[in-house]
Structures are given as C-alpha cells and as structure tokens.
C-alpha cells in the first residue's frame, strides 16, 4: 500500500532560524512528489519534484528529491511569521492517478 | 470557472441526516479528487475521477459514502446517515490531463459538523 511519512508532525521555531522538513514515501511506479503549504483551508502548490537531486528553488523555500532512499526535505531559510503553516506532502504514481498525502508537518514560527 | 469552487462553505447538520457536498473544477481539468481533513490532520484521500468514472473508490470510509460526477464537470459527495465523525473538512481538488504533472488545484472546502 502506498504511503507518505513526514516528520516532524509539529515543529516550532524562532523567526529567522532555518528549517528542514522531512518526508518519506513508499509507492509503487512512483511519479512524482509533490509538496503543499496549507495556512487556513485551501492546500497551496510549492513545488513538484520527479528526479533525484535536482533541487527545487522559490525564494527562502528548497526542495529536492532522492528517489534511492524514497525521500525528499523541504527546507525553509531565514523563517518568516508568515511561514506559519501546515506543510504537506504527496506522491503520485504511475499506476493510477491517485495522490496520497501524508499528515503534514504543523510549523509555527515564534515572532 | 477561474479556480475550484465547492459549495456549501459550512454546514451542520444532525445526526442521521444525509448531505450532499458540491465540488465545480477548473474548466478543462479531466481529473477531480476528493479529501477528508480532520481537525489538526493530513488530508485523507477518499476518492478521484477520471472523467465520470472512479477508478478507485477504496478510500471512502464506508457504505454510507458515495460519490458521482457528471459531464467530466460537477462532482457530489454525498454522505447518507451522518454520523459525528463524519465532521471535517472536505476537500475537493482537480487537474489537468490525467493528473500528469500531480499538481491539484484544491478549493476552499467544505466544513461539515454533524451535531
């Protein structure tokens, strides 16, 4: 059964710290990986990532895949208030186009 | 329409109740999901289309769920007999062309509480 694991669930920092988001996956044919940020209700797109170690950029916000070791992080620089969020993660597959999420990781960012 | 739409925004109901969730996707996307989101929770994926047809219909949590899109467009969500921990948000998210590239477009969703 495919499954995504992001660690940790909750994380609370100080502003301008980094942070590093951690998901694993397990998935037959996998397609690609996908990450979300969700602050109030409607999960918002940051990046796609479907080979290993290309790393995806957006401003303070990186991401890169390792399809060896089944796993991607997601890494945020110089955090912001504004980073607050829940930070989902998702895999597709080639098999069907089904699009599993994992719990997400809860990030709170302290002023 | 310019983004996914998903009516009502809030509902409650009582116990018992059936109640029909309304999912309209972007305009040309061929594939449309539905997720469940508990308080504090992942997203829970429950079922996708491909067109009118569901291909796997496995995540939905029992019997007293279904679900039916229609002309590749409008999507209901349907849940017969609520119970309480049917209340969460669903949410609905569509796609383009088979899904290719797994980017979804989600919209607001649907806070659902049952009293």
């Known amino acids: 059964e495919d499954k995504v694991v992001q660690s940790p669930l909750s994380l609370v920092v100080h502003e301008g710290d980094t942070v590093t988001l951690n998901c694993s996956y397990e998935v037959t044919n996998f397609r690609s990986l996908l990450w979300y940020k969700q602050e109030k209700k409607a999960p918002t797109f940051l990046f796609m990532l479907t080979s290993s170690g290309i790393e995806k950029k957006s401003g303070r916000l990186s991401s890169i895949l390792d399809k060896k070791e089944l796993f991607s992080i997601l890494n945020i620089t110089a955090t912001q208030t504004g980073d607050s969020a829940i930070y989902l993660c998702?895999?597709?597959?080639?098999?069907?186009?089904?699009?599993?999420f994992g719990k997400g990781t809860r990030l709170h960012i302290l002023p | 329409g310019a983004g996914v739409s998903q009516s009502p925004s809030n509902k409650v109901t009582e116990k018992g109740k059936d109640v029909e969730l309304r999912c309209d996707p972007i305009?040309?996307?061929?594939?449309l999901y539905w997720y469940r989101q508990s308080l504090g929770q992942g997203l829970e994926f429950l079922i996708y289309f491909q067109g009118n047809s569901a291909p796997d219909k496995s995540g939905l949590p029992s019997d007293r769920f279904s679900a039916e899109r229609t002309g590749g467009s409008v999507s209901t969500l349907t849940i017969q007999r609520t119970q309480q921990e049917d209340s969460a948000v669903y949410l609905c998210?569509?796609?383009?062309?088979?899904?290719?590239?797994?980017?979804?477009?989600f919209g607001e969703g649907s806070r659902l509480t049952v009293l």
């Open positions: 998210a569509s796609s383009s062309l088979r899904g290719n590239t797994g980017e979804l477009f």
């Open positions: 998702a895999v597709a597959s080639n098999r069907d186009d089904k699009i599993i």
């Open positions: 305009s040309g996307h061929t594939a």
